[in-house]
C-alpha cells in the first residue's frame, strides 16, 4: 500500500476566481468560429470518397498495428505472475 505524506491540493476562492479569466496573451474570454474557405482543399468535408478511404484505412491499420504490438508478447510468456 502507497501512502502520501502531502495532502490532496485545494484551491482557494483566489485561485478559483482566477481559472476562468483569459491568460496574459488573450484579449478576452470571447468564442471565435473558425470557419473553412469556400472550396478549400484541406476540409475535411470536400476530400474525395477515395481519400476518405484511404485515410480510415491508414488510422485503422494504426489501430490494429497499436494493439497486435501490445499483445503480442503475451503468449511467450510461460510461467505465471
Known amino acids: 500500500m502507497v501512502t502520501s505524506t502531502n495532502p490532496p491540493t485545494t484551491l482557494s476562492s483566489s485561485d478559483e476566481e482566477n481559472i476562468f479569466q483569459p ?3 488573450q484579449k478576452s474570454l470571447e468564442r471565435k468560429l473558425v ?26 491499420m494504426l489501430a490494429l498495428a497499436a494493439s497486435a504490438g501490445s499483445s503480442i508478447t503475451s503468449p511467450v510468456r510461460t510461467t505465471p505472475f
Do not use: R, V
Open 23 to 25: 491568460l496574459e496573451h
Open 35 to 60: 470557419q473553412w474557405e469556400e472550396g478549400d482543399k484541406a476540409n475535411p468535408l470536400n476530400w474525395t470518397t477515395a481519400y476518405k478511404s484511404w485515410i480510415t484505412f491508414q488510422l485503422g
